[in-house]
């Protein structure tokens, strides 16, 4: 029985609309979550773990929609060539079957989670990577949202941090799982 390859990071939903402030408010703790990310994920390329990202594919009036200027990956965070984008239109990114083929190519029983929005797809990807039997660390500071329903941005994600390890994922801080 061979061991399963090491789990790879799938960076969720940072898109250029959630930065550069033109047709949305700039997310939660932007340019700290931009330098987390890309700790994560250069820690990743050093150890040879895969390293994939989501976009999501907004309706056409969305800021998010596809040619849209906001649709993009965010290129602060570094994207490599050769590292995929899967689009997606839902919130969980798992319903991406081309997402799922990748995952199972590389082997990994696992994943390493980070990204937007806390409360609407990272939630739904850690769900429904959880319900596909995934092993899921959820890098807990390398997630955001907005302030909305009268709660801050930093309890939305103190709350689903939580959420998360209920439900069965291991929960880190960029700082332990890179070890700087």
Known sequence: MSKPAPSPVIVIDLQTGMFDGLKMPVIHDADALVSRVRAVTQWARRGGRPVAFVRHDGAPEDALAPGKPGWPVWPALGQCEGEPTFSKSVGDSFSQP????????????????????????????????LERGLKVTVVGDGHSTWSWGGRTAPQIIAAHNAAFAEAGAQVVTTESLVGE
Request: charged share 20%; with cysteine; hydrophobic share 50%.
């Open 98 to 129: 081309a997402l799922v083929r990748w995952l199972e190519d590389h082997g990994a029983d696992g994943v390493i989670l980070m990204g937007a929005q806390t409360d609407e797809c990272v939630a739904a990807t850690v769900k429904g990577a």
